[in-house]
């Protein structure tokens, strides 16, 4: 999701050590000649011939050696599932429920979407949730961001949490410190951007954290080999609970990504080009879509982009 205005700072949370590898990756023709009238010798004929052969023997070797070595990669186009109805304000981020509903953080609230398009409040919060995340394929939901005019929530919010779907919440950690702006968990591991340049891990719903890397994170997606992270800097990866990161080599500018229950990662570059990987390191274009805000992943075959006004369906 796209970064936005930096939280409150706060103290230092239980500073670990770490570090943050960074990034070291035509001939033009000859005018016309009328023909001679001279007699040609037969010596002058076979030159010619000679010449001509020579001339399409090195015109074949440039064609031969302009052509590419593979052929580019073909991308299929996206299906615009719905139009939304009414439009949504400001959406930052996308969750697929237990039952298959899609939910959507906005600036008032969670929001379902269904398959006609039409959308609707879930719960009664109207609270502006810029960061949310949820256990894949459940009702656990973890949020942060700022209170609504009308509620008497710590500003910014926290930590907010969910065991319903987004119909209730409560707070769980860092209320008045901390607006997260991107979040990511696998159940077992909730890791946090805190709007600002650090990521902050939690090992118990987000009850207590642990700094983890310096890292500005556009977006934050966690499978069984790892976490990972699109910075400024390009898709990074870590390989020991965020404490450090590495750049991918040669992946695609990722500002978007987000990763299916079985690991394969989803990811929307810069230029709104769609790609897949199975493992974070071989990446295939998809197709190109239009301006999104928010990327949720099904599975292997199938995701969704989305900004206020339209749904897409990505394969």
Request: charge should be negative.
């Given at each position: 999701?796209?970064?936005?205005?930096?939280?409150?700072?706060?103290?230092?949370?239980?500073?670990?050590?770490?570090?943050?590898?960074?990034?070291?990756?035509?001939?033009?023709?000859?005018?016309?000649?009328?023909?001679?009238?001279?007699?040609?010798?037969?010596?002058?004929?076979?030159?010619?011939?000679?010449?001509?052969?020579?001339?399409?023997?090195?015109?074949?070797?440039?064609?031969?050696?302009?052509?590419?070595?593979?052929?580019?990669?073909s991308?299929?186009?996206?299906?615009?599932?719905?139009?939304?109805?009414?439009?949504?304000?400001?959406?930052?981020?996308?969750?697929?429920?237990?039952?298959?509903?899609?939910?959507?953080?906005?600036?008032?609230?969670?929001?379902?979407?269904?398959?006609?398009?039409?959308?609707?409040?879930?719960?009664?919060?109207?609270?502006?949730?810029?960061?949310?995340?949820?256990?894949?394929?459940?009702?656990?939901?973890?949020?942060?961001?700022?209170?609504?005019?009308?509620?008497?929530?710590p500003?910014?919010?926290?930590?907010?949490?969910?065991?319903?779907?987004?119909?209730?919440?409560?707070?769980?950690?860092v209320?008045?410190?901390?607006?997260?702006?991107?979040?990511?968990?696998?159940?077992?591991?909730?890791?946090?951007?805190?709007?600002i340049?650090?990521?902050?891990?939690?090992t118990?719903?987000?009850t207590?954290?642990?700094?983890?890397?310096?890292?500005?994170?556009?977006?934050?997606?966690?499978?069984?080999h790892?976490?990972?992270?699109?910075?400024?800097?390009?898709?990074?990866?870590?390989?020991?609970?965020?404490?450090?990161?590495?750049?991918?080599?040669?992946?695609?500018?990722?500002?978007?990504?987000?990763?299916?229950?079985?690991?394969?990662?989803?990811?929307?570059?810069?230029?709104n080009?769609?790609?897949?990987?199975?493992?974070?390191?071989?990446?295939?274009?998809?197709?190109?879509?239009?301006?999104?805000?928010?990327?949720?992943?099904?599975?292997?075959?199938?995701?969704?982009?989305?900004?206020?006004?339209?749904?897409y369906?990505?394969?």
């Amino acid at each position: 999701m796209a970064l936005y205005r930096p939280s409150i700072p706060v103290s230092p949370l239980s500073p670990i050590t770490h570090t943050t590898q960074r990034r070291h990756a035509r001939t033009r023709p000859y005018p016309h000649e009328s023909p001679s009238r001279l007699p040609v010798s037969s010596l002058s004929i076979r030159t010619v011939a000679v010449v001509v052969i020579a001339t399409l023997t090195v015109l074949s070797g440039c064609a031969t050696q302009e052509q590419p070595t593979s052929p580019p990669t073909s991308a299929t186009s996206p299906e615009i599932v719905a139009t939304l109805t009414p439009e949504l304000d400001h959406l930052h981020a996308l969750h697929i429920r237990a039952d298959g509903t899609i939910l959507a953080g906005t600036h008032t609230g969670v929001v379902a979407l269904t398959a006609d398009g039409t959308t609707s409040r879930v719960g009664v919060s109207d609270d502006d949730f810029m960061g949310l995340t949820g256990v894949p394929g459940s009702d656990r939901l973890f949020a942060s961001g700022h209170p609504s005019p009308r509620s008497s929530a710590p500003n910014p919010l926290g930590l907010v949490a969910s065991e319903d779907g987004g119909q209730t919440w409560t707070p769980r950690s860092v209320a008045g410190q901390i607006d997260f702006h991107a979040l990511a968990t696998n159940g077992q591991l909730l890791v946090g951007f805190d709007g600002i340049n650090r990521l902050l891990v939690s090992t118990d719903d987000g009850t207590s954290w642990n700094t983890g890397a310096s890292l500005a994170a556009a977006a934050l997606t966690i499978t069984d080999h790892g976490v990972w992270a699109t910075t400024p800097a390009g898709l990074q990866h870590s390989t020991d609970d965020a404490q450090t990161f590495t750049i991918v080599p040669d992946a695609p500018a990722l500002a978007l990504l987000a990763a299916a229950p079985d690991g394969t990662l989803w990811g929307i570059d810069t230029a709104n080009t769609v790609w897949r990987s199975p493992d974070g390191t071989h990446w295939e274009q998809r197709s190109t879509i239009s301006s999104v805000t928010a990327l949720v992943a099904r599975d292997a075959e199938t995701a969704y982009a989305a900004n206020g006004q339209s749904l897409y369906t990505l394969s």
